[in-house]
Structures are given as structure tokens and as C-alpha cells.
């Protein structure tokens, strides 16, 4: 018989908060703030979220090509 052996497993972000879906006028809204310079904090506050949810969003409309590198990066002006 072969023993199986069983290791834990990490679920990455599975203990914090995360806005997870978007509605495309919010996305609309966050590639405006973004492309006009608005501190991440800013635009975390506009959403009711926090800056990890921002930094996402981020990740992943840069990823599909909806959002350009930027002066003063992530965290903007």
C-alpha cells in the first residue's frame, strides 16, 4: 500500500478583505482616478475598500492592457 502523504496548503489573501467584483462603471471610475494621478489611499476611499483591493484592481486592469504604468507608480501623486 502507498502511503499519501497530506501537506497544508495556503489559500493567499483567504484571512483579509478583498472587494472581489467590480461593476464596469466602478472600473470606468478607478481607470479615471488612476490615469489623473489619485493616491491609492484616494481612490480605496472612493470605493469604500482598502488600498489591498486597490492593488489588485490595479494588477489586473494592467494585465488586460486598461490601465498604463504611471508617475508616481502604484501609489500615484
Known sequence: MV??????IHVLFDSFTVKWTWKESELAKF?????????????????????RSIALVVMEQ????????????????
Open 3 to 8: 502511503s499519501i502523504k497530506y501537506e497544508p
Open 31 to 51: 481607470r479615471k482616478m488612476w490615469n489623473d494621478g489619485d493616491h491609492i489611499q484616494d481612490i480605496a476611499k472612493a470605493f469604500n475598500t482598502n488600498k
Open 62 to 77: 494592467a494585465e488586460l492592457g486598461e490601465i498604463k504604468p504611471r508617475a508616481g507608480g502604484l501609489f500615484g501623486n
